[in-house]
């Protein structure tokens, strides 16, 4: 009903005074020629059936004109005398009571149609309130959301395009059901309570299951909102809900992938224990009869040192020697664990400080020998200082180590580069190198590129830098070629790193 | 003299105690030297129990005292000296194989006097076991009420 009917007299103002004396002069006509063949008092009907014409189509000033012509008329032609505007004693209440009747004919059609008029103006406004409520309806067709309305019946008068694609009902279906039987909705607490706070506050929102036409099971969050009347009464309540199915899984799927998370680290945290045990194990257990056995050969040594002859006292010699070897690699061992074990204490280093204070552990063993250092500039960082102490030392000793051959040891400690994040710190030395294809075996747990009677050392040092950098979130890595020196290269980063 | 010693050594392993009196005897301290071969029997020692229930009352010039022990450990002897007024004022000496901080830490907490780890190398072993001797034995000045030096 949104197109307004055709109105079938809406006249202009001279329109309407021209029929108002149009009507009056037909019904004159018709009258006059009635008359003149003897048909009698047709003029009073005619004439109000004009006036009643008029009132009706030409609105309150044409029939006014109306009203007065008529009653001119009615004066002139039909009261005595005739042809004439006087009026006779006799034919005076005659007049009266039709110019009475004309007006009051004429009060009812214009008052008739004042209301009509408001009624149509009412009408008219109430199409188009139509019109915008259904346009307002038509764009929450065009939401996402699942939207319905239902009154405090439970019933629903309103219900979405995006309710329908999320419930599998259509608007026809889901109106006027009640909305929690035809979702079979699952409530978190007991609806009295959610009917409670809805009255008290205007809304509720939680999460609520409910049930699909196909009968599957769909978890939404649901926004309730309470629609009053002019007085405050409770009228309908306007429901939304959005699908959380989904996002509810992966929840689900987080909360058991942290459990299983937490059951594993724990399991870490046990094996890490258990490690420790066997670490301090090995600190006790392993080192005692090592020390039996190099003292009690120590004691054997002195007590036969008469009556062994020279090779027997070397093999003696060589016990001793075994032992202590194996001494030093448990030791080193022991340090390495302990390494991976311990907590880092991140505080800001001085670089440069740190890189004198290994220079000055490593120079005590350099006595007689050559060695110009270059030391470059470095930045202060952020890092475990002992930690980052043991790197420098570590690889400034090897340098020191493996340039033993050279007459002149060049040794080179600087910044090969620095972001913002992270800065690249090298070694170089121009010592005996090593061959590149062997790289990835230089910083394993016991790797050794050199036989022990050319180069001593157990093989943990690269392993310990390598360890200790990862743990700053960095990398280590060597460039060499043999007998042309190598290089050393370790990065810090800032954010990494345990 | 045995049960009148001015070096009580508290350590279960014989061979250690071999090795520990042999170096303590090139300082000709080894007489000195009362062992307890696990840490009840260093407590019955400094509390005059069992049996050592008939020596003479006086506390021992230091303890040496070896961590790993059977029935009571070397932190739980320290802990009972460094609680006890009468005991307290010795001296102890942890000497263990250990290097692990954590025993280091504890042992420090309960107030121990000094931490010898047992090198590997016998030369290292009796360099450090005859300084010890011969510091706490000799020359460190006992606090009163330990056994005199001769």
Same mark, same amino acid.
């Given at each position: 009903?949104?197109?307004?009917? /055709?109105?079938?007299?809406?006249?202009?103002?001279?329109?309407?005074?021209?029929?108002?004396?149009?009507?009056?002069?037909?019904?004159?006509?018709?009258?006059?020629?009635?008359?003149?063949?003897?048909?009698?008092?047709?003029?009073?009907?005619?004439?109000?059936?004009?006036?009643? *014409?008029?009132?009706?189509?030409?609105?309150?000033?044409?029939?006014?004109?109306?009203?007065?012509?008529?009653?001119?008329?009615?004066?002139?032609?039909?009261?005595? %005398?005739?042809?004439?505007?006087?009026?006779?004693?006799?034919?005076? %209440?005659?007049?009266? *009571?039709?110019?009475?009747?004309?007006?009051?004919?004429?009060?009812?059609?214009?008052?008739?149609?004042?209301?009509?008029?408001?009624?149509?103006?009412?009408?008219?406004?109430?199409?188009?309130?139509?019109?915008?409520?259904?346009?307002?309806?038509?764009?929450?067709?065009?939401?996402?959301?699942?939207?319905?309305?239902?009154?405090?019946?439970?019933?629903?008068?309103?219900?979405?395009?995006?309710?329908?694609?999320?419930?599998?009902?259509?608007?026809?279906?889901?109106?006027?059901?009640?909305?929690?039987?035809?979702?079979?909705?699952?409530?978190?607490?007991?609806?009295?309570?959610?009917?409670?706070?809805?009255?008290?506050?205007?809304?509720?929102?939680?999460?609520?299951?409910?049930?699909?036409?196909?009968?599957?099971?769909?978890?939404?969050?649901?926004?309730?909102?309470?629609?009053?009347?002019?007085?405050?009464?409770?009228?309908?309540?306007?429901?939304?809900?959005?699908?959380?199915?989904?996002?509810?899984?992966?929840?689900?799927? *987080?909360?058991?992938?942290?459990?299983?998370?937490?059951?594993?680290?724990?399991?870490?945290?046990?094996?890490?224990?258990?490690?420790?045990?066997?670490?301090?194990?090995?600190?006790?257990?392993?080192?005692? %009869?090592?020390?039996?056995?190099?003292?009690?050969?120590?004691?054997?040594?002195?007590?036969?040192?008469?009556?062994?002859?020279?090779?027997?006292?070397?093999?003696?010699?060589?016990?001793?020697?075994?032992?202590?070897?194996?001494?030093?690699?448990?030791?080193?061992?022991?340090?390495?664990?302990?390494?991976?074990?311990?907590?880092?204490?991140?505080?800001?280093?001085?670089?440069?400080?740190?890189?004198?204070?290994?220079?000055?552990?490593?120079?005590?063993?350099?006595?007689?020998?050559? *060695?110009?250092?270059?030391?470059?500039?470095? /930045?202060?960082?952020?890092?475990?200082?002992?930690?980052?102490?043991?790197?420098?030392?570590?690889?400034?000793?090897?340098?020191?180590?493996?340039?033993?051959?050279? /007459?002149?040891?060049?040794?080179?400690?600087?910044?090969?580069?620095?972001? /913002?994040?992270?800065?690249?710190?090298?070694?170089?030395?121009?010592?005996?190198?090593?061959?590149?294809?062997?790289?990835?075996?230089?910083?394993?747990?016991?790797?050794?590129?050199?036989? %022990?009677?050319?180069?001593?050392?157990?093989?943990?040092?690269?392993?310990?830098?390598?360890?200790?950098?990862?743990?700053?979130?960095?990398?280590?890595?060597?460039?060499?070629?043999?007998?042309?020196?190598?290089?050393?290269?370790?990065?810090?980063?800032?954010?990494?790193?345990? | 003299?045995?049960?009148?010693?001015?070096?009580?050594?508290?350590?279960?392993?014989?061979?250690?105690?071999?090795?520990?009196?042999?170096?303590?005897?090139?300082?000709?301290?080894?007489?000195?030297?009362?062992?307890?071969?696990?840490?009840?029997?260093?407590?019955?020692?400094?509390?005059?129990?069992?049996?050592?229930?008939?020596?003479?009352?006086?506390?021992?010039?230091?303890?040496?005292?070896?961590?790993?022990?059977?029935?009571?450990?070397?932190?739980?002897?320290?802990?009972?000296?460094?609680?006890?007024?009468?005991?307290?004022?010795?001296?102890?000496?942890?000497?263990?194989?250990?290097?692990?901080?954590?025993?280091?830490?504890?042992?420090?907490?309960?107030?121990?006097?000094?931490?010898?780890?047992?090198?590997?190398?016998?030369?290292?072993?009796?360099?450090?076991?005859?300084?010890?001797?011969?510091?706490?034995?000799?020359?460190?000045?006992?606090?009163?009420?330990?056994?005199?030096?001769?």
């Amino acid at each position: 009903m949104t197109q307004r009917r /055709p109105q079938l007299h809406e006249l202009s103002a001279i329109q309407r005074y021209a029929l108002a004396v149009l009507a009056v002069s037909v019904a004159l006509g018709i009258a006059l020629l009635l008359d003149r063949f003897s048909f009698r008092a047709a003029e009073v009907p005619l004439l109000l059936f004009a006036v009643a *014409i008029v009132s009706w189509f030409g609105g309150r000033g044409a029939a006014t004109l109306a009203l007065l012509l008529a009653c001119v008329i009615f004066d002139y032609f039909f009261t005595a %005398p005739y042809y004439h505007l006087n009026i006779s004693r006799t034919d005076l %209440p005659y007049y009266a *009571i039709f110019a009475s009747f004309a007006t009051l004919v004429t009060w009812f059609s214009t008052v008739r149609r004042g209301v009509e008029a408001d009624l149509r103006l009412a009408r008219d406004r109430l199409e188009v309130e139509v019109a915008e409520r259904t346009q307002q309806a038509s764009l929450l067709d065009l939401t996402h959301d699942s939207i319905f309305v239902r009154d405090m019946d439970d019933v629903i008068t309103y219900w979405n395009r995006g309710a329908q694609e999320l419930f599998g009902w259509t608007a026809e279906e889901a109106m006027g059901k009640r909305a929690h039987e035809l979702l079979k909705t699952v409530f978190p607490s007991p609806i009295e309570e959610i009917r409670a706070e809805l009255l008290r506050s205007g809304r509720w929102d939680g999460e609520l299951e409910k049930a699909r036409s196909d009968g599957t099971r769909v978890v939404v969050a649901s926004r309730w909102s309470l629609r009053r009347d002019e007085r405050g009464r409770p009228l309908a309540v306007l429901e939304t809900n959005n699908d959380v199915t989904e996002r509810k899984k992966r929840e689900e799927q *987080i909360t058991s992938l942290n459990a299983e998370l937490g059951k594993r680290t724990s399991e870490l945290e046990a094996i890490n224990k258990e490690l420790e045990a066997f670490a301090y194990s090995i600190s006790h257990d392993l080192r005692a %009869p090592l020390r039996h056995m190099s003292g009690f050969t120590e004691l054997l040594q002195k007590s036969t040192a008469s009556v062994l002859n020279d090779k027997s006292k070397r093999y003696v010699g060589m016990i001793l020697e075994a032992a202590k070897k194996m001494g030093n690699l448990i030791d080193d061992l022991l340090a390495f664990s302990r390494i991976g074990r311990a907590e880092t204490h991140k505080t800001a280093v001085n670089l440069e400080q740190l890189v004198q204070e290994a220079l000055s552990e490593v120079k005590q063993d350099t006595s007689g020998r050559n *060695i110009l250092w270059e030391v470059g500039g470095l /930045p202060a960082w952020y890092g475990d200082r002992s930690m980052l102490r043991l790197v420098l030392v570590n690889l400034i000793a090897n340098a020191v180590k493996f340039t033993r051959t050279r /007459p002149e040891a060049r040794i080179e400690i600087g910044c090969g580069g620095q972001e /913002p994040n992270q800065i690249v710190v090298f070694v170089r030395d121009n010592g005996v190198g090593f061959d590149m294809k062997y790289v990835n075996k230089l910083f394993g747990v016991f790797q050794r590129l050199h036989p %022990p009677d050319v180069f001593e050392g157990t093989g943990i040092g690269l392993a310990t830098v390598q360890r200790i950098v990862h743990r700053h979130g960095g990398r280590v890595w060597a460039e060499g070629a043999v007998d042309r020196g190598a290089t050393f290269y370790f990065s810090l980063s800032k954010s990494q790193g345990v | 003299m045995s049960t009148l010693g001015r070096i009580l050594l508290v350590e279960d392993d014989p061979k250690d105690v071999e090795l520990t009196l042999t170096a303590l005897d090139e300082y000709n301290l080894a007489n000195e030297v009362v062992v307890a071969g696990d840490g009840e029997e260093a407590l019955d020692y400094l509390y005059l129990r069992g049996k050592f229930a008939e020596r003479s009352g006086e506390n021992p010039a230091v303890l040496l005292l070896d961590l790993k022990l059977p029935k009571v450990d070397g932190l739980e002897v320290l802990q009972q000296i460094k609680s006890d007024a009468r005991l307290k004022l010795i001296p102890v000496v942890v000497l263990t194989s250990s290097h692990e901080e954590k025993d280091m830490v504890a042992s420090y907490r309960l107030g121990v006097n000094a931490y010898v780890v047992k090198p590997v190398d016998f030369h290292e072993f009796v360099n450090a076991i005859k300084e010890l001797g011969a510091f706490w034995a000799v020359v460190n000045e006992p606090p009163p009420g330990s056994i005199k030096k001769r």
